[in-house]
């Protein structure tokens, strides 16, 4: 009674309550229309800017399509992933520097670099600072876009930061996250040269960055990680590229500027130019590479007479595999110039820019010009060789053969895991799936085994029987011994003429490298009369029939040098498949700068009483250079004096054989990726090293080495057994063990030397029964000289050191025991003191 009592004492709230349920009551459907429209409105505008900026495509829809997932692969990125972490910090002014190379770079849509735009900068890395220059990378703005901008270091003087003094980082998209990195790894597995791709975590400047891509950049370090000898690693100039670029941005000047001419006119550059033009080998060596290169662009040599074309074709099957087309531009191309096979090697390079998609031709297809821009024209030059084109279908029906793939994905799966879940702390919606590169193997299978290979005519029937035969698909066809060309899309067929002695029902052929035979009709009249195939250049044959002193058997594929005495003028070519023998009372004269180069094994055996003698009397002559592929040589009872030889993947066996003089720098006797034995030899009053072995394996037994003006023996990763060894006076070291070789010694004598034994850079070296005397810098010494490796260690029993003063130098962090005692190790920077006085 009381409520309502107090209720009434209220009459204009309770109207008001009235009146507002009344009116709304009426309204209802108005306030629904209005509520929907608004919500309508605000999810447009919404929408337009999610999709604008590219966060819907980025964020929003992989959120919705992986559901649960995502915070699955955060957590999987946040506590099972192994990552390096980095912090860069540059000053204030020295940052400053790079914005406003940012801002320049974004208002003409393009980053033009040069080295004035490096800023001096720290990097920690597991508490240690590293000293180095930083500068913004790329070409394309999307590398300096958001926060995660591309950078390009260089530490300074011996650092080296994860074994590399040049590497980039960059957004992981800019490479397409681990697309990059697979694509490397295939190419470490064929042995093609390939560049060091990780993930690391990155702060500047004190705002963490996240997680950013590692990639390798061009240097001495680059060819050592891949076991390769020093040379020149070459690239095609871009300025006059991106000056075009610039000029034309915005314009329709486009029609007017010559870019088809760009690959043919851009001169031919090298990495560290200015380091090459400083050492006269490396000099000589780019001279050498760049004439192959333009000689190759200018139609002059073909592709397998300027190509390592077995590392070529795996490069571009992988390319195929992986579709990582990218990297076959001229713009991306480099190429490493390999000095002991004279020819040139790819090295892979920015293969993606962009999602992955599946493969719908493959490298070797031929295109019309205007098909696709002219910066592939390098990639057109290079297929235009059918000895090459052969290679690389080789490869690609390897590659593609069941379980190869699954195989090479087994290997790697724990490293691409971690790699994957280093992704996920910065990228949980990152997606990676390897079913791509399946659908790239079946679309190569498809390719390699076509329904209809060729068209077949009947051109004549009478009183000869001639067919017209065509390719009608892009790869190469063999048919009747002969190559017919791959079909380049849109185009008419190219017909030639064929005359048989019969007209069989059908006729059969099969794809370049292939050896499946396929069978074609005849169709039986003729197509239209075209001009024929113009045939592939020949490759400059060698010379061999030309000396009149070469005695040849083809049946048992040998070619001799007869007994006499003779002279050699010009270069001596041995091709591969024989073996080229020498016996005794045969005396060889280097002049005029010729040497022989062989291809096949040698075989020359001499006698005691008259070994085979190799000189050069002049001083010029540039000796022996043997590839042999892996087919072994014998010199037993030879003198070579005032020359030298190489053998490069050519096992070896040398005895009773003398080595004497030389005027050259080069080493007297240059083992390279083979297996060798030698004994009962001498080296003697060599100018520069007188045994030098990279990345070998091998014996050397009762050999002397006395007046040698480098090294005696110079070992760079190998595996050495020395027994009952003599060095006398040699110039530098004695024995120096380089690059994690592995040195076992029993019995050895070193006096009047240098630097008697040394060991660096991961290098072991264990000895037995050691006499060292009158060393004249020093005894024995371990220490690391090179940053991309570590320090040495060795082990002597029985060892008898006199007249020699210090008689150990042991660099930190590096071992020497000798009889059981550990010598300390308190010498800093050996290196300095032995090789920059």
């Known amino acids: 009674m009381l409520i309502k009592e107090k209720r009434l004492e209220y009459p204009l709230v309770k109207f008001l309550i009235a009146w507002f349920l009344r009116f709304f009551g009426k309204k209802r459907i108005v306030l629904l229309a209005l509520l929907f429209f608004a919500v309508f409105i605000f999810g447009g505008l919404s929408y337009r800017f999610l999709v604008n900026s590219g966060t819907a495509d980025k964020i929003i829809k992989p959120m919705i399509s992986r559901g649960y997932q995502w915070p699955l692969n955060y957590f999987k990125g946040i506590f099972f992933s192994e990552v390096e972490k980095i912090t860069i910090d540059v000053n204030f002014d020295d940052y400053q520097k790079i914005l406003r190379k940012r801002d320049e770079a974004l208002r003409q849509h393009l980053l033009v670099n040069s080295d004035e735009d490096y800023v001096p900068a720290v990097i920690t890395h597991n508490n240690k600072k590293f000293s180095a220059d930083i500068r913004l990378k790329g070409d394309a703005t999307d590398h300096i876009i958001g926060d995660k901008w591309s950078f390009r270091i260089k530490t300074k003087g011996s650092d080296a930061l994860f074994g590399m003094t040049r590497f980039s980082i960059q957004d992981p998209e800019r490479r397409n996250y681990l697309y990059e990195r697979l694509f490397h790894q295939f190419l470490k597995k064929e042995g093609v040269s390939y560049l060091r791709y990780d993930f690391i975590d990155v702060t500047l400047n004190g705002k963490h960055l996240g997680i950013y891509a590692l990639e390798e950049f061009f240097s001495e370090q680059t060819l050592a990680n891949n076991r390769l000898p020093k040379g020149p690693i070459l690239k095609f100039n871009e300025d006059f590229f991106f000056a075009l670029v610039l000029r034309t941005h915005g314009t329709d000047a486009h029609v007017e500027d010559p870019r088809d001419e760009i690959y043919v006119s851009n001169p031919i550059d090298a990495f560290e130019s200015s380091k090459i033009q400083s050492d006269s080998i490396l000099f000589s060596q780019f001279q050498t590479a760049k004439n192959l290169l333009e000689a190759l662009r200018s139609g002059v040599l073909t592709t397998s007479q300027v190509f390592n074309i077995e590392k070529l074709a795996k490069f571009y099957a992988i390319v195929d595999l992986t579709n990582a087309w990218h990297s076959t531009g001229w713009t991306n191309t480099r190429l490493y110039y390999n000095p002991a096979t004279s020819l040139l090697e790819p090295i892979g390079y920015d293969a993606f820019t962009g999602e992955i998609d599946p493969i719908t031709y493959l490298m070797g297809y031929s295109k019309p010009k205007d098909f696709e821009d002219s910066i592939y024209d390098l990639r057109y030059t290079l297929f235009k060789d059918m000895e090459f084109f052969e290679e690389y279908i080789k490869q690609l029906q390897r590659i593609s053969q069941s379980g190869y793939l699954e195989e090479f994905l087994d290997e790697i799966d724990k490293e691409l895991k971690n790699s994957l879940y280093t992704i996920w702390r910065d990228n949980p919606m990152y997606s990676f799936s390897t079913n791509v590169i399946y659908q790239n193997r079946e679309y190569i299978r498809n390719a390699l085994n076509p329904l209809v290979g060729i068209r077949a005519y009947l051109k004549v029937s009478a009183p000869k029987i001639i067919v017209e035969v065509a390719n009608i698909q892009p790869l190469p066809v063999v048919f009747q011994g002969e190559i017919l060309p791959g079909r380049i899309p849109n185009t008419p067929l190219v017909f030639q003429d064929f005359e048989l002695q019969e007209l069989p029902k059908v006729l059969n052929y099969r794809i370049l ?271 690391q000289k090179k940053p991309e490796f570590g320090p040495g260690m060795v082990i002597i029993t029985n060892l008898q050191i006199k007249n020699t003063s210090p008689e150990f130098l042991v660099e930190k962090g590096s071992s020497l025991k000798v009889d059981g005692k550990d010598i300390k190790a308190e010498e800093i920077n050996l290196k300095d003191k032995f090789y920059n006085q």
């Open 513 to 783: 490298g292939i050896s499946t035979v396929y069978n074609a009709e005849v169709i039986p009249w003729t197509a239209l009369d075209l001009n024929e195939i113009e045939q592939i250049k020949k490759r400059r044959t060698p010379n061999y029939y030309s000396f009149d002193f070469l005695s040849v058997d083809y049946t048992e594929k040998t070619i001799l040098i007869r007994p006499g005495n003779w002279n050699l003028v010009q270069d001596l070519i041995i091709p591969e498949g024989f073996t080229l023998i020498a016996g005794a009372w045969t005396q060889i004269n280097l002049k005029n700068s010729s040497r022989i180069i062989s291809y096949s094994p040698l075989n020359f055996v001499g006698s005691e009483e008259s070994p085979i003698k190799i000189t050069s009397s002049d001083k010029t002559g540039k000796g022996i250079l043997v590839l042999a592929s892996g087919k072994r040589s014998y010199l037993k009872n030879v003198i070579i004096s005032n020359s030298l030889v190489t053998f490069y993947e050519s096992p070896i066996f040398i005895s009773r054989s003398q080595f004497l003089g030389n005027t050259s720098d080069d080493d007297t006797v240059h083992i390279l990726r083979s297996e060798f034995e030698i004994s009962d030899s001498l080296f003697k009053d060599n100018f520069s090293d007188g045994l030098d072995v990279d990345f070998g394996q091998g014996k050397i037994v009762r050999t002397s080495f006395i007046n040698v003006g480098g090294d005696a023996l110079d070992f760079s990763g190998s595996n050495i057994n020395i027994e009952d060894v003599y060095i006398k006076n040699a110039g530098d070291k004695g024995i120096s063990a380089g690059e994690d070789s592995q040195i076992e010694i029993e019995n050895l004598e070193i006096t009047d030397s240098n630097i008697c034994l040394a060991a660096k850079d991961l290098s072991e070296l264990t000895a037995d029964d050691v006499t060292i005397d009158n060393c004249k810098t020093v005894g024995i010494t371990v220490f």
